[in-house]
């Protein structure tokens, strides 16, 4: 096997990293003017192609898709579990890695072909909508009709606004293999922030109340950007 095709310890950190802002992402749902509101979820998937390449971005995803299948609370609306990919619905999650992947090889194909990035993003998303469409007459035992009426009609101008965005961004966004030092260091605290609010979205999921009164999401909230602002005091007195 070519070396080159290996991946190395910071591909593996991207992609975890990236499989921690897809959950975070999927949990943002912005209200639109037609009543069905945005959820960036599918964005989050075409903005890990779009800096991680279609192999990382596939393993972000699958990484992602096994934390909601054992139960952890990463999925749309803190949700979590096995039965969210055999239900209605799940044909458009376990499509997730083969849309991150076409999204991804229209990326890595941009400079050769100018098109490549809008066509696998429309592609990508047509895929999804197929899978998710076919898994849903299965299950449900509808029609094709009543399927696209019900999971794709509603979310096309939405759909296309993430395209759009998608866009924009891929074609100013480098690969993360082709990232300087720099830009490596920025990615690498968004995607520790973006840790972090996964792991506030976790214990707000878990815990909404707090445990015991004592541990609670806001307090965690509070004290750690309390801390980044305390470390920026000049001449702070030593903590006890």
């Not at 209200?31 to 279609?54: D, E, K, N, R, Y």
């Not at 990919?85 to 991804?104: C, E, K, Q, R």
């Not at 806001?218 to 750690?224: K, N, T």
Request: aromatic share 8%; net charge positive.
């Amino acid at each position: 096997m070519n070396q080159n095709s290996k991946f190395s310890v910071r591909d593996i950190c991207y992609a975890g990293l990236f499989a921690a802002v897809i959950a975070v992402m999927a949990q943002i749902s912005i209200p639109m003017p037609l009543g069905v509101p945005m959820t960036m979820q599918t964005f989050a998937i075409t903005l890990a192609a779009v800096v991680l390449g279609s192999k990382l971005s596939a393993i972000a995803t699958l990484v992602y898709l096994m934390l909601g299948a054992v139960g952890v609370p990463v999925l749309a609306n803190f949700s979590g579990g096995i039965d969210k990919f055999v239900g209605p619905t799940g044909g458009f999650l376990i499509s997730f890695p083969i849309m991150a992947y076409i999204i991804g090889l229209g990326v890595e194909h941009r400079d050769a072909f100018k098109g490549a990035f809008p066509v696998a993003v429309v592609v990508g998303t047509v895929v999804n909508y197929i899978v998710g469409v076919i898994l849903f007459v299965i299950v449900a035992h509808s029609t094709v009709s009543v399927a696209v009426s019900a999971c794709v009609l509603p979310f096309i101008p939405t759909a296309i606004i993430k395209a759009v965005l998608a866009c924009v961004l891929g074609s100013h966004l480098p690969v993360v293999r082709t990232l300087n030092k720099g830009a490596g260091l920025l990615l690498g605290l968004v995607g520790g922030l973006a840790v972090v609010a996964a792991l506030c979205v976790g214990i707000r999921a878990f815990a909404p109340q707090g445990v015991g009164g004592v541990f609670s999401l806001q307090s965690v909230e509070q004290s750690y950007i309390g801390g980044l602002v305390y470390g920026l005091l000049p001449g702070r007195p030593a903590l006890e």
